[in-house]
């Protein structure tokens, strides 16, 4: 049942003859392995389930059998095939994890443009950005026709005037007119821009520092916020459910071997839940290049600000999730799975709770992810997500968010929970001043 053959609450039976009859004794897989036998309600060990029958044949992983045709022993055979390929695949992996040298880069060529739109995923008659690799449907941008002249892409633009060129002051040097990328937001802004901000705050020392820089004291707060929850283990729930979140995020060369374990770990229960997705254009398995944090020169395939989050039970990944947040605004959840024997358990609920908890004490707004139709009524009646709608998706142009084929782009507003959330936190604070004053 650990290996995900058998789940619990599935049905089983044995064939006994008796008297020159056949006689059936059915039962079912308990969470704790236990076959719970119909007629008497008791829990029985395999062995022990068949001497109940009555059977004599001592045999019982052979004569036990699943309601699919598989008998107990089928499982078993299958487990140990499955157990090789497994034992294969995590060496693959965990060379990947372990000795990534190119996990800030990629193979995609800078001055290439992209096949496919970067927000619909889908190929055609696509508009190309003229400063990144980045391509588009015009209809995807609402745009009519090809705009003529050099065109440049939403997330190419400055986030503060919203233009790539730089011409408001008749002496602009070429520092001004560069730009720099917030850590956090991942959005571009002109130097010349910042500057005028900061004069504007009424800053007089103007300092600018390319490798670790943010747009706004809120994407530094986020930055902060989640740096300091790496690999911190909360407890969530009942503490007799010994249940933990933790968000974790791989660095090369910086990740201890324990949590090199855990990233893994996560992987593979992502593996179990989702076939492979290659790109179409570096052939890489974009589940891996988003567990890896991977970078690349195409903002549809960089993937540098994703965190993995997990839910563990006694320290057993059960449910997973990838997220990545652009500052105040908005956090996408591409990627969720939930260990086969643990789903329909709350498990997904406990760890989505947690996150939006989290993100709400940081601020942000809304949350975002790309639903399969099968499980859009899930997230939309269970979770309380709604389907993006053409506005919302162009308030949102800006950024590119990791999605596929066949999928409805969702979205849930948190700002209620901000609101909730700061009034807790002003009559906390109220209270606090209170009590001084007594």
């Not at 500057?195 to 009424?202: C, F, P, Y």
Request: glycine share 6%; proline share 3%.
């Amino acid at each position: 049942m650990d290996h995900e053959l058998i789940s619990p609450g599935d049905r089983v039976h044995c064939n006994v003859t008796r008297d020159g009859r056949l006689v059936t004794w059915r039962g079912s897989i308990t969470n704790e392995g236990f076959i719970k036998c119909d007629c008497c309600s008791n829990l029985f060990p395999i062995s022990k389930f068949e001497a109940h029958t009555g059977s004599t044949k001592h045999r019982p992983a052979a004569n036990i059998f699943l309601e699919d045709g598989r008998s107990l022993l089928d499982c078993q055979k299958q487990l140990v095939q499955n157990t090789d390929q497994t034992q294969k695949e995590t060496k693959a992996t965990e060379k990947k994890v372990n000795h990534n040298d190119n996990a800030d880069s990629d193979t995609h060529c800078p001055d290439k443009n992209d096949c496919i739109c970067s927000l619909c995923h889908f190929g055609g008659e696509l508009i190309l950005c003229d400063l990144c690799p980045a391509a588009f449907h015009g209809s995807c941008l609402g745009i009519k026709g090809i705009p003529s002249g050099n065109w440049y892409c939403p997330s190419c633009c400055c986030k503060i005037c919203g233009q790539v060129s730089y011409d408001f002051d008749d002496q602009v040097s070429s520092f001004d007119t560069s730009f720099v990328k917030c850590v956090q937001c991942e959005q571009n802004v002109h130097i010349g821009c910042v500057k005028s901000i900061q004069v504007l705050e009424g800053s007089n020392q103007i300092t600018i520092d390319r490798e670790n820089w943010f747009c706004t004291r809120r994407c530094e707060d986020i930055h902060m916020g989640l740096q300091n929850l790496l690999w911190k283990q909360i407890p969530v729930g009942d503490a007799r459910e010994n249940l933990t979140w933790t968000l974790m995020k791989y660095c090369p060369y910086k990740v201890s071997e324990h949590n090199r374990k855990k990233l893994n770990e996560a992987l593979g229960v992502m593996h179990k839940s989702f076939r492979p997705v290659k790109d179409p254009i570096t052939k890489n398995d974009l589940i891996e290049d988003v567990f890896l944090s991977k970078r690349s020169e195409s903002k549809r395939l960089n993937f540098e600000g994703f965190y993995t989050v997990v839910l563990e039970r006694k320290n057993t990944v059960v449910s997973v999730a990838t997220v990545r947040v652009y500052g105040d605004e908005v956090a996408e959840i591409p990627l969720v799975a939930t260990r086969l024997k643990y789903r329909r358990h709350g498990m997904c609920r406990r760890l989505m709770d947690e996150l939006e908890h989290q993100l709400v004490e940081m601020g942000v707004k809304r949350l975002t992810l790309p639903a399969v139709p099968e499980a859009l009524k899930t997230w939309t009646k269970g979770f309380g997500f709604t389907q993006m709608t053409d506005s919302d998706r162009l308030e949102l142009i800006k950024y590119i968010f990791l999605g596929f084929q066949h999928t409805v782009r969702c979205q849930k507003d948190l700002l209620e929970k901000i609101s909730v959330s700061n009034h807790k936190k002003w009559w906390a604070n109220k209270k606090l001043k209170h009590t001084w004053c007594v």
